[in-house]
């Protein structure tokens, strides 16, 4: 007899066709002859789905089952980037699906670029969660991810005239195959009011929070499947509603607008993602975000805890929390009212649970992105949230005294209330107080933390300091990105290197095998026409794909110093007039990257760059030997096909400014040779490739800070320095600007008075370094490939993988549990 398989779950090319045909009719109700791209799409992402869900329940099951202690990663951000090329290759049916597509007529990438990605992060902070989450369910560790569902995730960037404008994000409008909303787990989380005290009927102080505000938090659950395993943990998104029952007066009293207002009000929590990645904008309603995650997510693990039938004291031994910097710090506050005022625990043992429980990263230096709230704004949301700081600050301020004496600028600093100028809570004091780790994300971004704005937490607790260098999943910045060159790595070496990064070491020994070189070259050629192709329709602008593709991706930010990198072009430029037959090796730049609405210099930044490339890449002179490309809409989607297009990688940060990078680590990882100074993880990478595989310029943090305390005099160099004022001095002309003289003025007065990221100091040491970069891709093609496959051969380290099992045996205690398909 004929055994059909199961629709839901079949595994065979034809049943696979059917259950995608099935889907269609029964959920996208819709026939192929009438079917749209997102129709097939939809199809698609539920034939996949489906065959997900064992892994799913299986786990749940499982951990609930053992008891497992978990790893709780608390974001205000991830970046998951599209979902349906990523869980078929974790669940290992790329090929067979691009199969079954082919066969109904269908290309399965063309399906694939229909998905909207949530973009619910700005930029490395949330992609480093989502890259932790891939690798937590790769490794088999028991985890939840808790954040935000933000309708509107981070805007979309189109141009006008060469200027940044922002357009909304409407990633659910066509709806989320990959969410499952769980009203049934939703919970209430008080806002504003007053407390007041009362005696128990035990004789005890209590006191009581008299809310102004319910809002109620919804979850929606995302499986997050780990590689080749059958482990699919869960992201926990929540969104904001108003209770069913709040508004319940106001209908009575025939206030219809007013309830369906107070309706509205309530949604805001959940709606829009804040698109600053440095600056910190007091507003209550980020303040109120953070909170509602916060609060929604340990009210969630309270339940999860008990549902288990464990007890409260046993929090931190079934639940380790990752605080993903300040934004969700708030929770060692609520941590503390949940136990101290919902389950009368006394204050000593909750201290004890919460700072068991939590540990804080930190990825900033820069002192104007440390959190601070101003405190009334604080106390009129959160008013029993700040008595209780204002009690963990009395205790630990004695701790401080016992040790250090009556130091009153030290206990100044410490405090977790700064009353100089105006009075804040400050985030990451009561982060590091309440956590028992506190880790930078690369060594120099460590040791700096310790050295400047922990320094003082680092003398009172030595012991909370560890370094956790970041890390990028191989499953979604080779596997699923660059399948060409993932082909040729497993023809050669096997096919356990995305799980086990450091076997690529192995490749060293083809690094002068003819034909595995031929091999990686054309595969870097490939890459690079196919990107080509996408610059051309995204920007009408043809490039040349033999010439060097230097590029420079990321947020836009002036520590990060595009601006240097837009110097270049123009010295570039300059020396093609001055002597249009100079040999100059063909480069085409291409940059994209976000700039927060508000920030002026950014949005100035990018508009230097479009209007370099309008004028570069019309002018005869140059004869295609520099093209200048502005991608849009810089996201996970459309950075896939950039990394492995690429033979430079701009990682030119003034050094000490960023905390680590990652976009550097999956560039090398697609042999992509770095220009680079030794800031964040470039000085590890540079350790790892080797100083000869590397091109390394610039002042070190330490030359950098000695330079400011010497008086910085930006000018000088731009006086000194024939070549660099020619370059600074075409800007100002107006010759970028249609003989306008202001547009670029801020800037270049910027430059030559402030400098505060040591643009000009580093210009020469830049040009010098990129003379021998275009000589070497020139004249020593041989060398340039040799350099490119070590640096790929020697990326293990920077595996999220490594970086998670780091933080599982030092930080989390937290040991795989592996899981078996229930019937
Ligand atoms: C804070 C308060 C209010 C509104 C927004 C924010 C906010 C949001 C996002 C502050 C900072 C961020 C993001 C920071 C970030 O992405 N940092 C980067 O983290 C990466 C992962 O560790 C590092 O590799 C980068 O070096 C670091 O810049």
Redesign the pocket.
Known sequence: SVQVEDDRTGLSLETLKRAFLDNLFYVQGKSPDIATAKDYYMALAYTVRDRMLHHWLSTGQTYRRTHARTAVYLS??FLMGPYLGNNLINLGLYDLFEQAMEELGLNLKEIMDQEQEPGLG???????AACYLDSMATLEIPSLGYGIRYEFGIFEQAFHDGWQVEKTDQWLRWGNPWEVRRPEWAVHVKIGGHTEGYTDHQGRYQVNWVPDKVVRGIPYDTPILGYQVNTANTLRLWRAESPESFDFDAFNRGDYYGAVNSKIISENISKVL?P???K??G?QL?LEQEFFFVSCSLQDMIRLLMSEGLPLEQFPEKFTVQLN?T?PAVAIAELMRLLVDDHEMAWDLAWEITQKSFAY?N??LLPE?L?RWPMYLFGSLLPRHLEIIFEINRIFLDQVRLKFGPDNERIARMSLIEETGGRYVRMANLACVGSHAING?AELHTELLKETVLKDFYELFPEKFVNKT?GVTPRRWMVLSNPRLAKLIDQHIGTAWPTQLDQLSKLEAYVDDPAFRNEWREIKQANKRFLTARIERLTGIKVNPDSMFDVQIK?IHEYKRQQLNALHIITLYRRLKQNPDLEITPRTFIFAGKAAPGYFMAKLIIKLITAVGDIVNRDPVVRDRLKVVFIPNYNVTNSQPIYPASDLSEQISTAGF?????GNMKFALNGSLTIGTLD??NVEIREEVGAENFFLFGMTADEVTALKASGYQPWQYYEENAELKGVIDLISSGFFSGGDTETFKPLIDNLLQQDRFTVLADYQSYIDCQDHVGKVYQQDQENWLRMSILNAARMGKFSSDRAVREYCKEIWHVDPVSIELQE
């Open positions: 205000a951000e700005n930029g490395g902070l949330g992609r480093l804040y600053n990645d440095d910190l904008e507003k980020r910097d934004h990263t990825h900033t992105a959190e994300v970041n947020r960023e905390a680590s990078g990652t964040g993880a």
